[in-house]
């Protein structure tokens, strides 16, 4: 079974452009949760998706917004960017249904805010 | 809330040495926990996981036990190998809060031959 795919993998913006990261989950998982890695914050908790629905939501301005689509696949879009939005973006699929089941993670997109 | 915290690293071994790295935990009810392994330039890979107190949860040689009563999930590994050198996290699953895992700041192993 093929994992978790995110495109793309490395991404260069400037400070106020918008970007959009994609993220395909393992075939038959429904549920899609996107973190931010950085040294300083470590990884923290942007948003999970489960049937095209927000069902939860970290702690991140409104610039950090996402959707999924009917084939569970899901996007997240950074607006504004700033400097410290650096970061490696990491999505992870689940079945979902319990909300807690185990995540398997992709290898993540490296942006860049220069 | 919830939160984990894992022990100060980096931490660094020779080869066969035993690993232990500590991990403990905040939260309420019943969590589901987890240790992943991330190499350089990628992304996590899950280890092993437990979701009850007492459950042992192993995998590639490494395991760890759910201890409720102290609140732990130490990952141990007999004999560890250069190939494991990479940054391990331990998580969470608070029961609550639908997808969310929270993590411990991780910690850099490195063995040496």
Same mark, same amino acid.
């Given at each position: 079974?093929?994992?978790? +795919? /995110? ?7 400037? %400070? ?5 990261? !994609?993220? *395909? ?27 095209? +629905? /927000? ?7 409104? %610039? ?5 689509? !009917?084939? *569970? ?42 | ?113």
């Amino acid at each position: 079974k093929a994992g978790v +795919t /995110q495109t793309p993998r490395y991404l260069i913006k400037t %400070r106020g452009q918008q970007v959009t990261l !994609s993220c *395909s989950p393992i075939s038959g998982h429904r549920s899609v949760s996107w973190y931010q890695q950085t040294p300083g914050q470590g990884l923290q908790f942007l948003f999970e998706y489960f049937s095209e +629905t /927000q069902r939860n939501k970290g702690n991140f301005p409104g %610039r950090f917004s996402g959707r999924q689509f !009917s084939n *569970s696949r899901s996007e997240m879009n950074v607006s504004t960017l700033e400097l410290g939005d650096s970061a490696l973006y990491l999505c992870a699929s689940s079945l979902g249904s319990t909300g807690g089941d185990t995540q398997y993670f992709g290898p993540g997109t490296r942006l860049t805010v220069l | 809330g919830n939160s984990v915290t894992q022990m100060e690293g980096p931490v660094t071994l020779s080869e066969e040495a035993f690993l232990t790295i500590n991990c403990t935990y905040t939260a309420t009810g019943y969590p589901s926990l987890f240790w992943y392994v991330q190499y350089p330039g990628e992304g996590l890979q899950l280890l092993l996981k437990a979701t009850k107190a007492d459950d042992k949860g192993s995998n590639k040689g490494f395991e760890a036990t759910y201890r409720k009563e102290t609140t732990s999930f130490h990952l141990e590994k007999g004999s560890v190998q250069v190939s494991d050198s990479a940054v391990y996290f331990c998580a969470l699953y608070g029961g609550t809060s639908y997808g969310k895992l929270t993590f411990g700041q991780g910690t850099i192993l490195t063995v040496h031959p």
